[in-house]
């Protein structure tokens, strides 16, 4: 018997659909698909929640000082003559940032090597598109939901054949 189903498609046709349905998934909460494809995506999805969930609480915070050019009014580089020279202003500001451990940091790059880089368009403004860090969104925000729970963080919701091929569709939901 195979390790999974093949979904009428080659390895890479295969990876790529479940790549771009499980980044779905965690970033909209809930997508519509078939069957089989259904319970290959709850595989690798429930696989990447428990990874947040295990390495959820697994970093510690460091505050560090970091230099900083001074800006004015309007948001230009401060400058002061020295020896003739222009030269940028610098002020320090203290920072504090979250320093993942050992196995944090691997869990987050083996959720990179599944999910797809998503970038968040508003409606009329093309240009200031942002870039979605879904791991820190499974870090922060889907993991704590999860916390006291053991595995079943998906639902399958049967909704009836599809119209043109008659396939069983399916949505599938975080819960």
């Known amino acids: 018997m195979a390790g999974q189903r ?12 479940l790549r771009n349905q499980v980044t779905n998934l965690l970033y909209h909460g809930k997508i519509r698909t078939t069957t089989a494809k259904a319970k290959e995506i709850r595989r690798i999805a429930e696989g990447l929640i428990a990874m947040a969930v295990r ?11 970091q230099k900083q050019p001074k800006l ?36 987050r790059r083996q ?8 970038t968040e368009v508003e409606a009329n403004k093309k240009r200031q598109a942002k870039k979605v860090d879904l791991t820190d969104k499974l870090f922060s925000e889907i993991a ?6 053991n595995g079943g963080y998906t639902r399958i919701i049967k909704i009836g054949p599809r119209k043109g091929d008659g396939a069983e569709e399916v949505i599938i939901e975080l819960v």
């Open 6 to 17: 093949k979904l009428g498609r080659d390895a890479a046709g295969r990876m790529a659909l």
């Open 55 to 65: 390495e959820k609480d697994n970093y510690e915070e460091v505050t560090i000082t």
């Open 72 to 107: 004015d009014v309007n948001g230009k580089r401060v400058k002061e003559v020295v020896d003739g020279k222009k030269v940028t202003v610098y002020e320090e500001v203290q920072k504090t940032i979250k320093k993942d451990s050992a196995s944090r940091l691997h869990a």
């Open 111 to 118: 959720m990179l090597k599944v999910l797809y880089p998503i």
């Open 144 to 149: 704590p939901k999860y916390v006291d729970r």
